[in-house]
T-cell receptor
Framework: QKEVEQNSGPLSVPEGAIASLNCTYSDRGSQSFFWYRQYSGKSPELIMS????GDKEDGRFTAQLNKASQYVSLLIRDSQPSDSATYLCAVDNYGQNFVFGPGTRLSVLP | GAVVSQHPSRVICKSGTSVKIECRSL??????MFWYRQFPKQSLMLMATSNEGSKATYEQGVEKDKFLINHASLTLSTLTVTSAHPEDSSFYICSAVLGIPYEQYFGPGTRLTVT
């Protein structure tokens, strides 16, 4: 059973702080790793994808991947109240084996 | 990013009737589409994987005769909820996979209410 685990939260951070979201996965064959943001009542939105070990930065977001430790993280710098949402980690193997984590609820306090 | 549309966005139907939900990839061809269901404050639940030109693969516990999936073209997949009951009321979300690097993009979802 392929699993993706996340802390359900809620994770509360003050506005302007760095939010750190973590994810672990069980399938060592996973090739692709994604972070989605889901606002309440809306569908998930892809915000980051990462495929190789190391860091990938896009604006205020940084994804970090460590395949040896089977660990993916997402850092959100200068957190804003509009970042308050549920963040879903997903892993995949060539487009056919997407597995989503349960999501971490992030609350950014003004 | 790639765009996926869903129609309708919201539907209310009477118990016993059938409802069809359409999922379209607007600017790319998707050989694989997924259908999810999400109840309030719960995680996404994968219902089935839809591959163009072949039968859908259903997850364990999902009734294939109740949730009919048709993926007739590379840009369109449909989910029909047959003989809907109030317990089928949920948020149904489709997604489409953009080939290499195999990113999955979600439609906006369809909120189904069965009365």
């Amino acid at each position: 059973q392929k699993e993706v685990e996340q802390n359900s939260g809620p994770l509360s951070v003050p506005e302007g702080a760095i939010a750190s979201l973590n994810c672990t996965y069980s399938d060592r064959g996973s090739q692709s790793f994604f972070w989605y943001r889901q606002y309440s009542g809306k569908s998930p939105e892809l915000i980051m994808s990462i495929y190789s070990n190391g860091d990938k930065e896009d604006g205020r977001f940084t994804a970090q991947l460590n395949k040896a430790s089977q660990y993916v993280s997402l850092l959100i710098r200068d957190s804003q109240p509009s970042d308050s949402a549920t963040y879903l980690c997903a892993v995949d193997n060539y487009g056919q084996n997407f597995v989503f984590g349960p999501g971490t609820r992030l609350s950014v306090l003004p | 990013g790639a765009v996926v549309s869903q129609h309708p966005s919201r539907v209310i139907c009477k118990s016993g009737t059938s409802v069809k939900i359409e999922c379209r990839s607007l600017d790319f061809q998707a050989t694989t589409m997924f259908w999810y269901r999400q109840f309030p404050k719960q995680s996404l639940m994968l219902m089935a994987t839809s591959n163009e030109g072949s039968k859908a693969t259903y997850e364990q516990g999902v009734e294939k005769d109740k949730f009919l999936i048709n993926h007739a073209s590379l840009t369109l997949s449909t989910l029909t909820v047959t003989s809907a009951h109030p317990e089928d009321s949920s948020f149904y979300i489709c997604s489409a996979v953009l080939g290499i690097p195999y990113e999955q993009y979600f439609g906006p979802g369809t909120r189904l209410t069965v009365t």
